[in-house]
């Protein structure tokens, strides 16, 4: 990679668990899971955004769904135990996890919520989601990510 990396806060406590990954940038102007995944050079379905909730308990709860996916709300609510969720508005996001809309990872929030991942997640060797930082994504087996927070697999997304 020629240059020093900088590492994120998701970086930093891999390192510090001795959890193997890898880490990628791209082109943060490419928005789109697609675009993101092609410039990776993964198929789409091995990458996976951060969506946080909030169910009408108050408490928040994090998914997640491949990014080309949509978040069933019904399916995570179930998951949750929870009456009804709905997504977390997006100036909550910042102070609630310390993560920007596009930067946000399951790793490293503020708090340590309840977090799920789309069950499609056991299909791939890898997986990709963000380092915490627009333009940083990590890679690494789903057990590995299960060592570094606890994450249970669900079906979450929607049927198409």
Same mark, same amino acid.
């Given at each position: 990679?020629?240059?020093?990396?900088?590492? $994120?806060? =998701?970086?930093?406590?891999?390192? @510090?668990?001795?959890?193997? &990954?890898?880490?990628?940038? &791209?082109?943060? $102007?490419?928005?789109?899971?697609?675009?993101?995944?092609?410039? %990776?050079?993964?198929?789409?379905?091995?990458?996976?955004?951060?969506?946080?909730?909030? !169910? #009408?308990?108050?408490?928040? &709860? =994090?998914?997640?769904? *491949?990014?080309?996916?949509?978040?069933?709300?019904?399916?995570? !609510? #179930? !998951?949750?135990?929870?009456?009804?969720?709905?997504? %977390?508005?997006?100036?909550?996001?910042? *102070?609630?996890?310390? &993560?920007?809309?596009?930067?946000?990872?399951?790793?490293?929030?503020?708090?340590?919520?309840?977090? /799920?991942?789309?069950?499609?997640? =056991?299909?791939?060797?890898?997986? /990709?989601?963000? !380092?915490?930082?627009?333009?940083?994504?990590?890679?690494?087996?789903?057990?590995?990510? @299960?060592?570094?927070?606890?994450?249970?697999?669900?079906?979450?997304?929607?049927?198409?």
């Amino acid at each position: 990679m020629g240059k020093k990396q900088d590492k $994120t806060n =998701v970086m930093r406590i891999l390192d @510090q668990k001795k959890i193997n &990954y890898k880490c990628f940038e &791209y082109d943060n $102007t490419k928005l789109s899971a697609t675009q993101v995944a092609q410039s %990776l050079n993964i198929k789409v379905g091995m990458l996976f955004k951060t969506l946080v909730t909030v !169910a #009408k308990s108050k408490e928040h &709860y =994090v998914f997640m769904v *491949p990014a080309e996916k949509e978040l069933d709300l019904k399916k995570a !609510a #179930k !998951a949750a135990g929870e009456k009804s969720i709905e997504m %977390l508005p997006q100036k909550e996001l910042l *102070p609630l996890t310390g &993560y920007i809309h596009g930067g946000c990872s399951p790793i490293g929030m503020k708090k340590q919520y309840k977090t /799920f991942i789309d069950i499609t997640a =056991v299909d791939h060797e890898e997986i /990709f989601f963000s !380092a915490g930082k627009i333009g940083h994504q990590v890679c690494m087996p789903l057990t590995s990510l @299960q060592k570094a927070i606890s994450v249970t697999p669900i079906d979450i997304v929607k049927d198409k």
